[in-house]
């Protein structure tokens, strides 16, 4: 049992700080979304995608998870309903989001 717990020891790997993320500028995204080719359906959905992501800080789960009936108009604004699980998966919390003009923009041509 000693030789167990010497090699467990041995293989712990010590956790480094984490590294910061690169972040991109307005040019850097937008030079990315004008190269995804839009002249079928998939590069429209690809781009609406992209967008969401870019402009409203959504990570992809919770892009791939919106539903149409999860855009919202209040007055002239448009609002996405975004849902998050807690951590046992049980409880479910839903908050809106001002969606931004590009990205509404994407998401209506894809439709």
Same mark, same amino acid.
């Given at each position: 049992?000693?030789?167990?717990? &010497?090699?467990?020891?041995?293989?712990?790997?010590?956790?480094?700080?984490?590294?910061?993320?690169?972040?991109? =500028?307005? #040019? *850097?995204?937008?030079?990315?979304?004008? #190269?995804? =080719?839009?002249?079928?359906?998939?590069?429209?959905?690809?781009?609406?995608?992209?967008?969401?992501?870019?402009?409203?800080? +959504?990570?992809?789960?919770?892009?791939?998870?919106?539903?149409?009936?999860? +855009?919202?108009? *209040?007055?002239?604004?448009?609002? +996405?309903?975004?849902?998050?699980?807690?951590?046992?998966?049980?409880? &479910?919390?839903?908050?809106?989001?001002?969606?931004?003009? *590009?990205?509404?923009?994407?998401?209506?041509?894809? #439709?």
């Amino acid at each position: 049992m000693s030789q167990d717990r &010497e090699k467990l020891s041995r293989t712990k790997r010590t956790l480094k700080p984490a590294e910061p993320r690169p972040k991109l =500028d307005q #040019a *850097e995204v937008l030079r990315i979304l004008q #190269a995804i =080719d839009c002249s079928d359906v998939s590069g429209a959905q690809t781009r609406a995608l992209a967008s969401l992501m870019f402009f409203n800080h +959504l990570r992809l789960g919770d892009a791939l998870g919106l539903m149409f009936r999860d +855009l919202i108009w *209040e007055g002239s604004n448009p609002y +996405l309903l975004i849902s998050k699980r807690g951590i046992t998966g049980q409880r &479910e919390d839903r908050f809106a989001l001002t969606c931004f003009p *590009e990205a509404l923009r994407a998401l209506l041509i894809s #439709a």
